[in-house]
């Protein structure tokens, strides 16, 4: 009789482990669908939440929560961002910070803005964003998106055609461009132009008319030959 009953209880026992085992599967793949990698550098993976994203389809854009792990697996930082896909901005609205696995928050009073770079990790961030809402991805992208215009002794210079944004305002528009060196190095550009006016300008200079066989001056006859200007 007592052999009996200490079977049963070890059924007992056997079967509540495999209800937690199983329970404990279940939330780490639940853990690790919420959470989808996006880009990764030399030292740090960025993810992206699946279950925040939400969508204002009148203002056309989205909000999400996103983490960065060291190497180890440590969290470093998780960040509440903002993607604007009619003018293809990106935001930061707050971050949270751990150290020694403590979280420490921070907030602005106004999103920190910034455009959001062809074939960068915000792109990608904002492509997958995209796809999971069915929406329209920022930029097209394709194998062809980068088109030649200039070059010199030192580099070529290719605009990304994809990327050609109408400001809504007087003529106004922004293209990216890119500097591909001799070496294999590149390095990326934002230029704003008035083909009516003819001048251009970036982010951090001011209105200024090109100069003949620059690269500026290319940009800016790259942005008419798209059908939008003088």
């Known amino acids: 009789m007592d052999g009996k009953v200490g079977m049963g209880m070890?059924?007992?026992?056997?079967?509540?482990?495999?209800?937690?085992i199983m329970g404990c599967f279940g939330m780490n793949a639940q853990a690790a669908d919420r959470w989808k990698w996006y880009y990764s550098s030399d030292y740090y993976g960025h993810y992206y939440d699946t279950q925040t994203v939400k969508y204002n389809g009148a203002q056309q854009y989205a909000t999400i929560w996103t983490k960065t792990l060291k190497q180890d697996g440590s969290?470093?930082?998780?960040?509440?961002?903002?993607?604007?896909?009619?003018?293809?901005?990106?935001?930061?609205?707050?971050?949270?910070?751990?150290?020694n696995g403590y979280p420490r928050r921070h907030s602005f009073s106004k999103p920190v803005i910034s455009f959001v770079a062809p074939d960068s990790a915000r792109e990608?961030?904002?492509?997958?964003?995209?796809?999971?809402?069915?929406?329209?991805?920022?930029?097209?992208?394709?194998?062809?998106?980068?088109?030649?215009?200039?070059?010199?002794?030192?580099w070529?210079?290719?605009?990304?055609?994809?990327?050609?944004?109408?400001?809504?305002?007087?003529?106004?528009?922004?293209i990216w461009a890119k500097r591909v060196y001799l070496n294999g190095?590149?390095?990326k550009i934002q230029y704003f132009c008035d083909p009516t006016r003819d001048i251009i300008r970036t982010r951090y200079s001011k209105w200024r008319s090109t100069v003949p066989d620059s690269d500026e001056e290319a940009v800016l006859n790259a942005v008419k030959a798209l059908n939008v200007g003088a």
């Open 185 to 187: 190095g590149e390095s």
């Open 10 to 20: 070890l059924k007992r026992i056997v079967i509540f482990c495999l209800v937690v």
């Open 75 to 99: 969290l470093l930082e998780e960040d509440h961002i903002i993607l604007d896909y009619q003018y293809k901005t990106a935001g930061m609205v707050e971050y949270v910070t751990y150290q």
């Open 156 to 174: 070529s210079v290719y605009v990304a055609k994809d990327t050609l944004i109408d400001l809504g305002k007087e003529n106004l528009y922004s």
């Open 124 to 154: 990608t961030l904002s492509r997958l964003v995209a796809e999971q809402l069915g929406i329209r991805p920022m930029y097209p992208g394709g194998a062809d998106r980068w088109k030649w215009v200039h070059a010199t002794d030192r």
